[in-house]
């Protein structure tokens, strides 16, 4: 039975929580980008490019951890969403694959309480509805299995992602 008993949403910006990490919408050259990426990596410092240059990069759909420096997070988990075309060509499974391999090393790293924002959602351009039910899902789906995780917060920048994501949420929870 998928668990949705430990999932909070939330409107604001991720790099301010206090959290034992967050997640990073990355790109594959995992060097810094727009939208959340430069965020993080304007909030994290100079240190954390420096950790990411070692880690040579990562595919669509993986993940790899970092140390959260100048930020409140202890950790931040890079994970590279698709890019979006016409949802035919393999992007719902890798949208998947970024949730399920960024929870993965999360609890490998004794990680329990973990912030994600919406993945692909901003210049990768996957729509909203569409991503919030892969990250919903396939997050209760983990939660199942996995008692270690405390909480999982899903971080929408803005109202109208927010509503988005509630609106889903309270059908999950009605089990419709
Ligand atoms: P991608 O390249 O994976 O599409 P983006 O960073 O462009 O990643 O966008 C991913 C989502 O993150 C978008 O919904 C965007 O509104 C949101 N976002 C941007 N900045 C922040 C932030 N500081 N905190 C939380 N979410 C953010």
Same mark, same amino acid.
């Given at each position: 039975m998928p668990d949705l008993s430990r999932i909070e949403l939330r409107q604001g910006d991720i790099t301010?929580? +206090?959290?034992? %990490?967050?997640?990073?919408? %990355?790109?594959?050259?995992?060097?810094?980008?727009?939208?959340?990426?430069? %965020?993080?990596?304007?909030?994290?410092?100079? @240190?954390?490019l420096a950790e990411c240059r070692t880690l040579g990069g990562c595919p669509a759909g993986e993940a790899r951890i970092t140390r959260g420096y100048r930020l409140p997070a202890r950790y931040v988990i890079h994970t590279v969403g698709p890019v979006? +075309?016409?949802?035919? +060509?393999? @992007?719902?499974?890798?949208?998947? +694959?970024?949730?399920?391999n960024s929870l993965?090393?999360?609890? @490998?790293?004794?990680?329990?309480?973990?912030a994600f924002p919406a993945i692909s959602c901003g210049v990768y351009g996957y729509p909203m509805q569409d991503a919030a039910r892969i990250a919903l899902g396939t997050t209760a789906g983990f939660l199942a299995t996995s008692p270690s995780i405390e909480k999982v917060i899903f971080v929408q920048f803005g109202h109208e992602a927010q509503q988005v994501y509630e609106r889903l949420l309270k059908d999950m929870r009605s089990g419709i």
């Open positions: 301010r929580l +206090s959290v034992d %990490a967050i997640v990073n919408a %990355a790109n594959s050259s995992l060097l810094g980008g727009g939208g959340v990426d430069g %965020a993080i990596h304007r909030a994290a410092g100079p @240190e954390l979006y +075309s016409d949802g035919q +060509s393999g @992007e719902p499974e890798l949208l998947r +694959s970024c949730y399920v993965t090393l999360a609890v @490998e790293q004794g990680v329990r309480t973990i």
